[in-house]
Antibody
Framework: EVQLVQSGAEVKKPGESLRISCKGS????????INWVRQMPGKGLEWMGR????????NYSPSFQGHVTISADKSTSTAYLQWSSLKASDTAMYYC???????????WGQGTLVTVSS | DIQMTQSPSSLSASVGDRVTITCRAS??????LAWYQQKPGKVPKLLIY???TLQSGVPSRFSSSGSGTDFTLTISSLQPEDVATYYC?????????FGGGTKVEIK
C-alpha cells in the first residue's frame, strides 16, 4: 500500500527556520515525483513545486521560487520542504503528494499544519 | 505561465440536481487536466485525470469533458456526500497550477 506520512504540526516564530518531511512507503521512492502543495486557512490549493527523488531535480512555482527549498533523501525515502526564515504568511497546511504514471497527484500525505506567530 | 480559472467559485444546488463546474486554461493544455475533490477538513482526492478518465472507485455520477482550454466537471445527480470544494489542475508541464476552486453546497 502506497503511503505518504508527513511530520507533525509545527508552531514557529517569524524568522525561524523549519523543515517538514514526507516519508514514502509501499513503492519505489525514486520512481515518482513528489509535489508540495500549500493551503492557507480557508483558501484554495497552491502548487509549490516538486522533486524527482531519483536525481533531486526540482521545479518550483514562480510564486515560491527562492522562498522554500524542496529536497529528498533516497536513503530514507523522505522528501522535505524547508524555510530559512519563516513569515506569518507561511501559516498554512502543507501537503505532499505523489504523481501517478503521469503528473497528476494520486496519493496525498495527511498534511502538516505550520503556524507562524510571534 | 498558464493560469487556470474555475467558475463558479461557489454554488448551491438541491439533492438530485445536475451540477456543472467549468475550468478554463489561459493556453491550450491538450487533455492534461485533473480534477480533485476536497471535503471539509480532509485531504484532497483525485477524481478524474486525462480530462475525462474517472479514477478507480469514483462514483459514475462524476464525469468530465474538454480539451485544449475549456473543461467541465459534471455531477449528474448531486448527493449529500458530494459537498466539497472541487479543484482543477493542469499537469502538462510545470508549474502544475490549480484552479481557484468551486465550493459545492446543498440547498
Amino acid at each position: 500500500e502506497v503511503q505518504l506520512v508527513q511530520s507533525g504540526a509545527e508552531v514557529k516564530k517569524p524568522g525561524e527556520s523549519l523543515r517538514i518531511s514526507c516519508k514514502g512507503s509501499g513503492y519505489s521512492f525514486t520512481s515518482y515525483w513528489i509535489n508540495w502543495v500549500r493551503q492557507m486557512p480557508g483558501k484554495g490549493l497552491e502548487w509549490m513545486g516538486r522533486i524527482d527523488p531519483g536525481d533531486s531535480y526540482t521545479n518550483y512555482s514562480p510564486s515560491f521560487q527562492g522562498h522554500v527549498t524542496i529536497s529528498a533523501d533516497k536513503s530514507t525515502s523522505t522528501a522535505y520542504l524547508q524555510w530559512s526564515s519563516l513569515k506569518a504568511s507561511d501559516t498554512a497546511m502543507y501537503y505532499c503528494a505523489r504523481h501517478g504514471s503521469v503528473s497528476y497527484s494520486v496519493y496525498w500525505g495527511q498534511g502538516t499544519l505550520v503556524t507562524v506567530s510571534s | 505561465d498558464i493560469q487556470m480559472t474555475q467558475s463558479p467559485s461557489s454554488l448551491s444546488a438541491s439533492v438530485g440536481d445536475r451540477v456543472t463546474i467549468t475550468c478554463r486554461a489561459s493556453q491550450g493544455i491538450s487533455n492534461y487536466l485533473a480534477w480533485y475533490q476536497q471535503k471539509p477538513g480532509k485531504v484532497p482526492k483525485l477524481l478524474i485525470y486525462a480530462a475525462s478518465t474517472l479514477q478507480s472507485g469514483v462514483p459514475s455520477r462524476f464525469s468530465s469533458s474538454g480539451s485544449g482550454t475549456d473543461f467541465t466537471l459534471t455531477i449528474s445527480s448531486l448527493q449529500p456526500e458530494d459537498v466539497a470544494t472541487y479543484y482543477c489542475q493542469k499537469y502538462n508541464s510545470a508549474p502544475l497550477t490549480f484552479g481557484g476552486g468551486t465550493k459545492v453546497e446543498i440547498k
